[in-house]
């Protein structure tokens, strides 16, 4: 084929994320070296990658959430719940790590599959659904804890703390959970259906898809996966927080960390490797500005313009990409309509 025939592949959504992400980095060893920091340190990179953990777990599921047309409002409040759980079970106690582990992901689990029959069932919109649901954990945390509560022992703080060089092994165990996320959405019915049911839930439930089934599925991995993110939050802080998860804004921190990813809020289209992309975005844009001295308030205006320049390239791809509405129909669209 001669180069004058040859078509360019215009760049998919992730791989503008990655672009930005590489910028980001770039940007990041420039401006920390300004200041007289090595952005490429062991420190700075083990420090990143543990942010990138953290936020990770809870983005991964709330793609998983997204791409099924809702939302997850409840991962902050599962966060505090299952750190609570997690280290007032263990009690300073090794042999008290695994039932307290086991006791967090069932919970977690349960709350995540309510979510899940609320929204599939009841027929109520995720956004109020998870709202509810963590309204509910909120006050049942301010009633019961007040301040820290419970210890982990060293053998749980070791997995906190434990490296294999500069990646820490929290890092490790998100890209396992991510590898096997995509595994299920690319080789499982169940994953296939998540796509089908977040592009046009009644277009599945006529193609014969149990639509019940996707937003189940999703919802109680959504809340699995934030448990995941409490626990390793014990395990770094050595106590349970009843606050920790609300103080995090998680859940508005893991829903821009997918839209910059380039999964549409509408569901139906995204990947997990956009979403992890954008988290590291956001995990090196705090690292740079928090070297720089920049202030809170202003930090939250740099992620905001981030996430509305990313969403507005999104969209103006989507739109470029559609047929002109009042083209001259041709071919069997043609032939279609002069039979009528």
Do not use: W
């Given at each position: 084929?001669s180069?004058?025939?040859?078509r ?18 770039v ?6 070296a ?8 062991s420190g ?7 942010g990138?953990?953290?936020l990770?777990f ?6 998983l ?9 409840s991962?902050p ?11 007032g079970?263990?009690a300073?106690?090794d042999?008290?790590?695994l ?7 069932l919970?977690?689990?349960?709350v995540g599959?309510?979510?899940?029959a609320?929204v599939?069932?009841?027929g109520?919109h995720?956004f ?9 954990i909120?006050g ?5 804890y007040?301040?820290?509560?419970g210890?982990?022992p060293?053998?749980?703080?070791l997995v ?8 820490p092994?929290?890092t ?6 991510a590898?096997?996320v ?7 019915r169940?994953?296939h259906?998540?796509?089908?049911v ?6 599945a439930r ?6 019940s089934v996707?937003v189940?599925?999703?919802h ?5 996966l934030?448990a995941?993110a409490?626990?390793?939050l014990?395990?770094?802080l050595?106590?349970?927080s009843?606050?920790?998860?609300s103080?995090?804004?998680y859940?508005?921190m893991s829903?821009?960390?997918v ?9 139906g ?5 956009g979403t992890l992309?954008?988290v590291?975005?956001?995990?090196v844009l ?7 001295g920049?202030?809170a308030?202003?930090?939250d ?11 507005a390239?999104?969209?103006r791809?989507?739109?470029d990409r559609?047929?002109?509405r009042?083209?001259?129909p041709?071919?069997l669209?043609a032939?279609l309509?002069?039979a009528?």
């Amino acid at each position: 084929m001669s180069a004058l025939t040859r078509r360019t592949t215009p760049l998919t959504s992730t791989g503008i994320v990655l672009v930005l992400l590489a910028v980001s980095l770039v940007a990041g060893f420039v401006l920390t070296a300004v200041e007289g920091r090595n952005f490429l340190s062991s420190g700075n990179i083990s420090a990143l990658l543990t942010g990138i953990s953290i936020l990770g777990f809870i983005a991964i599921g709330q793609t998983l959430v997204i791409l099924v047309g809702s939302l997850d409002l409840s991962v902050p409040y599962v966060v505090s719940l299952v750190s609570v759980l997690a280290a007032g079970t263990m009690a300073g106690q090794d042999g008290n790590v695994l039932p307290a582990v086991a006791l967090a992901l069932l919970v977690a689990a349960a709350v995540g599959l309510v979510n899940g029959a609320i929204v599939a069932y009841l027929g109520v919109h995720g956004f109020i659904a998870t709202l509810g649901t963590g309204l509910v954990i909120s006050g049942y945390l301010a009633t019961n804890y007040q301040g820290s509560h419970g210890s982990a022992p060293r053998s749980f703080r070791l997995v906190g703390a434990t490296q294999v060089g500069p990646v820490p092994l929290s890092t490790l165990i998100l890209l396992g959970c991510a590898v096997l996320v995509v595994l299920m959405l690319r080789r499982t019915r169940v994953g296939h259906h998540l796509y089908a049911v977040g592009g046009n839930r009644e277009v599945a439930r006529l193609s014969g898809i149990r639509t019940s089934v996707p937003v189940l599925v999703a919802h109680t991995l959504s809340s699995v996966l934030a448990a995941l993110a409490g626990l390793l939050l014990v395990a770094r802080l050595s106590v349970g927080s009843p606050t920790i998860g609300s103080q995090g804004d998680y859940d508005l921190m893991s829903i821009a960390a997918v839209v910059l990813g380039g999964t549409l809020l509408a569901g139906g289209k995204g990947n997990v490797v956009g979403t992890l992309a954008g988290v590291a975005i956001f995990s090196v844009l705090d690292n740079v500005m928090g070297v720089m001295g920049v202030s809170a308030f202003l930090q939250d205006v740099v992620r905001g313009l981030v996430i509305v320049v990313a969403v507005a390239v999104y969209a103006r791809r989507e739109i470029d990409r559609r047929p002109a509405r009042f083209e001259r129909p041709t071919g069997l669209d043609a032939a279609l309509q002069e039979a009528k």
